[in-house]
């Protein structure tokens, strides 16, 4: 089926581990973010890429390090993980910034960082 | 395993009765809002969005409501459903940047 993928489902780390969270898409979205969602807060933006090659930070990027080589990968890298990045960190992706309507969300990971 | 928070504001309705779940949102120049619904383990998926130029806007058993004048936004759900029980959010769009609210719990009582 199409859509967002996202791996893995479910991760412990230490503190001072790194991690990279998958996240692949087959719709031929330009498109790409990655956002962490916390309790009773929404959804906060952590970088996003606009095409292969483009990424920006988003509105909590400290900590975080992304790349887009493809246009159907997203990679989210967690340089030395924190207690404080233990989240569900959830990958989207749109045809455009401007099609809104067309943001898929792909199923989440959720991280705990001890 | 619940992905949404555990200190989110609940609501309790009946099946087959209407559901109303509301969302103040904080910028009047906000020109796009969206309602998602985000099911236990899930990613938020679309239900229904409206542009800041229209009031209202249906689909199937949902309404979106939008007061400018409070900055308020609100879905209704007619004749819920089990399979409705889920945290509830809204967003509101900028120019390209996004918004969410962190959502409400609808519980869906047999």
């Known amino acids: 089926n199409a859509g967002v993928t996202q791996t893995p489902k479910f991760q412990v780390l230490k503190t001072g581990q790194s991690m990279t969270l998958q996240c692949a898409q087959d719709?031929?979205?330009?498109?790409m973010s990655w956002y962490r969602q916390d309790p009773g807060m929404g959804l906060r933006l952590i970088h996003y890429?606009?095409?292969?090659?483009?990424?920006d930070q988003g509105e909590v990027p400290n900590g975080y390090n992304v790349s887009r080589s493809t246009t159907e990968d997203f990679p989210l890298r967690l340089l030395s993980a924190a207690p404080s990045q233990t989240s569900v960190y959830f990958c989207?992706?749109?045809?455009?910034?401007?099609?809104?309507?067309?943001?898929?969300f792909g199923s989440g990971t959720r991280l705990t960082v001890v | 395993g619940e992905s949404v928070g555990l200190h989110l504001p609940t609501l309790s309705v009946q099946e087959g009765d209407n559901s109303i779940i509301n969302c103040a949102y904080s910028?009047?120049?906000?020109?796009?809002f969206i309602w998602y619904k985000q099911e236990s383990g899930k990613g938020p998926q679309f239900i229904i969005d409206?542009?800041?130029?229209?009031d209202k806007r249906q689909g199937q058993r949902v309404t979106v409501l939008l007061n400018k004048t409070v900055k308020h936004l609100s879905l209704q759900i007619a004749a819920t459903q089990p399979g409705d029980s889920a945290v509830y959010f809204c967003?509101?769009?900028?120019?390209?940047?996004?918004?969410f609210g962190p959502g409400t719990r609808l519980s869906v009582l047999p």
């Open positions: 989207a992706s749109s045809y455009s910034l401007d099609r809104v309507d067309g943001y898929t």
């Open positions: 719709m031929n979205h330009e498109y």
């Open positions: 890429s606009v095409g292969a090659g483009i990424t």
């Open positions: 910028n009047s120049a906000s020109d796009y």
């Open positions: 409206i542009r800041s130029n229209m």
């Open positions: 967003a509101e769009i900028y120019g390209q940047n996004f918004v």
